[in-house]
């Protein structure tokens, strides 16, 4: 039985790392980027990393989700942004992705013993890509089990149900695919012994947050899953149906006009407050989103730290 969802007072969702930097940009509405100054940058890479503190009552607790590609960068920007590794109270992994897992050894180290670190279903798979038009396999890796249980830091907890990692926030447990259209990529491969198989990306996470009085915030690593199945899988498991914000990854990166008018219509009926694409979701579909829904789009920034407040 799914427990009571806690509603947050305020939310700060901080962008370690994204795709994209620019210290010219002006703020969003709902937060305030990162200016860099001499000797003090951004470290913007392929890679995606975020830092989520929840207020209820006036208790913070502190949560991160996705290391990024480039450690020293990772922690770089953690540096700048003020963000302490010994204060998160919990570690959690969207899916098994070098440029979501790579910094993960490095922030560890600099934790507290035996903090909670979520992980879903095939998070140390190995994993490889195909560029398409071409049969030629390229090795993403996997992330290493054993390295990160020789420290003492990490106590892995594997997640299959929608579940609280802290105080008003949440992992959305195995994400259903409901939509027609959100069918992954054929040129995305898992190896399951001796095969290599479509990766389907079923323990894939997404966090979900409940912002008293303004609805959900849902935070995607690469919605590999689809990003409308991710937020339709957040309004199910969570029982909230107003939806706040939908910011991350959105995996639209190569996909075809079709699946992006698709996915931009299935988005605006769902009708957030703001729509903050990052990382994998490519500039075709940000450019759609931009033209389709105007009023709610902030285009993301690494080093940003956006508030949201009940």
């Known amino acids: 039985m799914r427990t009571e969802f806690l509603a947050v007072d305020r939310l700060t969702l901080t962008i370690i790392t994204d795709n994209y930097y620019d210290a010219l940009r002006p703020d969003p509405p709902v937060g305030k980027r990162f200016r860099a100054s001499p000797g003090a940058s951004m470290h913007a890479e392929h890679g995606l990393s975020c830092h989520l503190e929840t207020v209820i009552n006036g208790e913070s607790r502190f949560f991160m989700f996705d290391y990024g590609l480039d450690p020293v960068g990772i922690i770089n920007n953690m540096e700048l942004l003020g963000i302490d590794v010994g204060k998160v109270d919990a570690f959690g992994l969207s899916h098994g992705h070098f440029d979501h897992f790579s910094g993960l050894l490095a922030i560890?180290?600099?934790?507290?013993?035996?903090?909670?670190?979520?992980?879903?279903?095939?998070?140390?798979?190995?994993?490889?890509?195909?560029?398409?038009?071409?049969?030629?396999?390229?090795?993403?890796?996997?992330?290493?089990?054993e390295a990160i249980e020789?420290?003492?830091?990490?106590?892995?907890?594997?997640?299959?149900?929608?579940?609280e990692v802290i105080p008003g926030c949440c992992l959305t447990g195995a994400i259903?695919?409901?939509?027609?259209?959100?069918r992954g990529s054929a040129n995305l491969l898992i190896q399951r012994e001796n095969a290599f198989e479509q990766d389907y990306f079923t323990g894939e996470q997404a966090v979900v947050c409940n912002v008293k009085e303004k609805g959900l915030v849902i935070l995607s690593g690469c919605a590999h899953r689809g990003i409308v199945n991710t937020v339709r899988h957040a309004q199910t498991v969570s029982g909230i149906e107003?939806?706040?914000?939908?910011?991350?990854?959105?995996?639209?990166?190569?996909?075809?006009p079709e699946i992006i008018e698709k996915t931009v219509s299935d988005i605006k009926a769902i009708a957030p407050d703001y729509v903050i694409p990052a990382h994998c979701t490519g500039f075709e579909a940000i450019t759609h989103l931009a033209h389709a829904m105007p009023g709610q789009l902030i285009l993301n920034t690494a080093g940003t730290k956006y508030e949201f407040t009940g």
């Open 108 to 145: 560890l180290e600099r934790a507290r013993p035996t903090t909670p670190f979520y992980v879903g279903e095939e998070a140390f798979a190995h994993r490889y890509s195909r560029r398409p038009g071409s049969d030629d396999l390229i090795d993403l890796g996997h992330l290493d089990r």
């Open 150 to 163: 020789r420290l003492d830091s990490a106590e892995m907890v594997e997640v299959r149900e929608f579940v």
């Open 176 to 182: 259903e695919r409901v939509t027609s259209y959100e």
């Open 242 to 256: 107003k939806v706040h914000a939908v910011i991350g990854g959105f995996h639209l990166i190569n996909a075809t």
